[in-house]
């Protein structure tokens, strides 16, 4: 469970976006890649290596912990697969966590082994997270979910702004694009206006405790997945809800596991 307290401001950015093929009779990277619509049943399972038993069209599973071997038989069955990278803060228990020097961790974030990343410097991360995309695409992941894409409202040591998270997050988006991979936008609901032409789908932690989820309606009419859970919410609280919105919602434990229960 992730979640950055919400910012008020709201500041638009700017980020050149993707060339694509210019092939004769290629198809558009755009159309090539994978969006998913409203309604689709998920599966997030972030612990340990997949289990695929959940009878569902699509899987969130951790990039580092789960092999190309796990993305095909997913595929197999059926799949879309997405590949869960943590972009706004420092871990240290990944196999690259050397690359990152001390000057871009911040303050720890509340989950062990975890420090903040000063988003800001984007020449040092950008070649860190296109590393760690390439992995995804190499995997033969389908899209990405990065997560902690909203530490500009929290207290990561670092004077970040609605303006330098739009950035980031838009360059994100741009590395994932550029591999074929769809991208989701995780919580960070202030900068949905801004955002939501940049991202493929949403993936919303908690929306219905924080009576929030009609912010999440910008994705769903423009025709995007919005991937939910719910930790502490009975599901017949909030799956009606969910299901007038055509929200993807489920109830999940806080260690995101295999167990699940679906609206």
């Not at 994978?34 to 951790?62: E, F, H, M, N, T």
């Not at 994100?172 to 991208?183: F, K, N, P």
């Amino acid at each position: 469970m992730r979640r950055a307290a919400l910012a008020r401001a709201v500041l638009p950015a700017v980020l050149a976006a993707s060339v694509p093929t210019a092939c004769s009779g290629a198809p558009d990277a755009d159309d090539a890649r994978w969006k998913p619509r409203p309604g689709l049943a998920w599966q997030w399972q972030l612990d340990g290596r997949v289990d695929p038993s959940a009878d569902v069209p699509v899987y969130d599973i951790d990039g580092f912990e789960n092999t190309a071997a796990d993305v095909a038989r997913l595929h197999r069955d059926g799949r879309k697969v997405i590949c869960y990278i943590n972009v706004g803060a420092w871990e240290d228990f990944r196999p690259d966590k050397d690359a990152f020097p001390r000057s871009v961790l911040g303050r720890p974030n509340g989950w062990r082994g975890e420090r903040w990343l000063d988003i800001r410097r984007t020449d040092v991360l950008r070649p860190l997270m296109e590393r760690r995309f390439d992995m995804c695409r190499d995997k033969g992941f389908d899209a990405v979910e990065p997560d902690l894409v909203e530490g500009y409202a929290d207290d990561t040591g670092f004077p970040l702004s609605a303006r330098d998270q739009l950035a980031y997050n838009r360059m994100i988006a741009g590395i994932a694009h550029a591999r074929g991979l769809s991208v989701g936008l995780k919580n960070d609901l202030p900068q949905i206006p801004e955002l939501v032409d940049d991202f493929d789908f949403a993936v919303n932690e908690q929306c219905a405790q924080y009576d929030e989820c009609g912010r999440l309606t910008p994705f769903i009419a423009a025709g995007k997945a919005v991937f939910h859970v719910e930790y502490t919410e009975p599901a017949s609280d909030f799956c009606p809800v969910s299901r007038a919105l055509r929200l993807s919602s489920m109830l999940k434990r806080p260690d995101l596991g295999v167990w699940r229960r679906a609206c």
